[in-house]
């Protein structure tokens, strides 16, 4: 068990493999283990990071500090400690917007984005977000995240997966709710035509959460960047369509500098 003292709080990580450093950020509430069938391929040729953020897994779950910037500063805090060289950072859904963020803020610190099903602008995209989920939340938390995780899956999706997710997602922190009024405003179009990283966008063809109209927009705002659609997917291809997804994400890495393009 690896853990690491950052900005008050410990996070919970695994640092496997050995070549370029990619580090690999999971969605609200669940884990690092989501990208458990993404590990034995890539461990082979790169150094894969993955960490539960503050709140959620194995790390601990401090009532401050469940917010954008507090979620950002412990990643600059990580690379710094981990000693990671320019990571490219692969993030899914909510670890999108941390990595898009991330490299918004310290371009200098990372050599891309890989964002998963991610970032978004959810004012529009899912403008019922505080008045559904999050309020649900605190009636009857195991309901509501019972009713909600199916949805992030496509039809037919196996139901020992769906239930898996749900399992993470209630035993995580109640404090990383305090994120979710935060991303009902959230929208990160303003800031895509200056960053200074690469990104590339891999998005589930059926997603629901965060429909794959949100990663052409943000694709056309961002320069240079790309979107890669995972047929049959929702919104977490790399559990639904692991092989897929994997062979998507080393074709985006192909076109990624080892160094960034941040002057």
């Given at each position: 068990?690896?853990?690491?003292?950052?900005?008050?709080?410990?996070?919970?990580?695994?640092?496997?493999?050995?070549?370029?450093?990619?580090?690999?950020?999971?969605?609200?509430?669940?884990?690092?283990?989501?990208?458990?069938?993404?590990?034995?391929?890539?461990?082979?040729?790169?150094?894969?990071?993955?960490?539960?953020?503050?709140?959620?897994?194995?790390?601990?779950?401090?009532?401050?500090?469940?917010?954008?910037?507090?979620?950002?500063?412990?990643?600059?805090?990580?690379?710094?400690?981990?000693?990671?060289?320019r990571p490219v950072v692969v993030g899914s859904s909510i670890g999108g917007v941390?990595?898009?963020?991330?490299?918004?803020?310290?371009?200098?610190?990372?050599?891309?984005?890989?964002?998963?099903?991610?970032?978004?602008?959810?004012?529009?995209?899912?403008?019922?977000?505080?008045?559904?989920?999050?309020?649900?939340?605190?009636?009857?938390?195991?309901?509501?995240?019972?009713?909600?995780?199916?949805?992030?899956?496509?039809?037919?999706?196996?139901?020992?997966?769906?239930d898996w997710t749900v399992r993470q997602v209630l035993d995580s922190g109640v404090?990383?709710?305090?994120?979710?009024?935060?991303?009902?405003?959230?929208?990160?179009?303003?800031?895509?035509?200056?960053?200074?990283v690469p990104v590339h966008y891999i998005h589930g063809e059926l997603d629901t959460?965060?429909?794959?109209?949100?990663?052409?927009?943000?694709?056309?705002?961002?320069?240079?960047?790309?979107?890669?659609?995972?047929?049959?997917?929702?919104?977490?291809?790399?559990?639904?369509?692991?092989?897929?997804?994997?062979?998507?994400?080393?074709?985006?890495?192909?076109?990624?500098?080892?160094?960034?393009?941040?002057?």
């Amino acid at each position: 068990m690896t853990y690491v003292d950052v900005n008050g709080t410990t996070l919970y990580y695994e640092d496997e493999g050995t070549g370029r450093p990619l580090l690999f950020l999971h969605g609200w509430a669940t884990s690092g283990r989501v990208w458990g069938a993404q590990l034995p391929d890539l461990v082979r040729d790169h150094r894969v990071v993955t960490v539960d953020w503050r709140g959620c897994g194995r790390s601990a779950r401090p009532a401050r500090g469940n917010t954008i910037d507090g979620v950002v500063a412990d990643l600059v805090a990580l690379v710094g400690a981990l000693r990671l060289d320019r990571p490219v950072v692969v993030g899914s859904s909510i670890g999108g917007v941390f990595a898009t963020e991330l490299g918004a803020r310290h371009p200098e610190l990372i050599a891309g984005v890989v964002s998963v099903d991610a970032p978004a602008y959810w004012p529009s995209t899912m403008p019922a977000l505080l008045g559904g989920p999050v309020e649900g939340l605190r009636r009857d938390r195991a309901g509501t995240v019972a009713g909600w995780v199916p949805e992030w899956y496509a039809p037919g999706t196996h139901p020992a997966l769906i239930d898996w997710t749900v399992r993470q997602v209630l035993d995580s922190g109640v404090y990383v709710d305090d994120q979710l009024p935060a991303f009902a405003s959230y929208d990160p179009r303003p800031l895509l035509p200056g960053l200074r990283v690469p990104v590339h966008y891999i998005h589930g063809e059926l997603d629901t959460q965060i429909p794959l109209e949100v990663a052409r927009t943000c694709a056309a705002l961002t320069p240079g960047a790309e979107v890669s659609v995972i047929a049959g997917s929702g919104h977490l291809p790399h559990q639904e369509r692991p092989d897929e997804f994997t062979a998507a994400l080393r074709a985006a890495l192909a076109l990624m500098p080892s160094a960034p393009v941040a002057a």
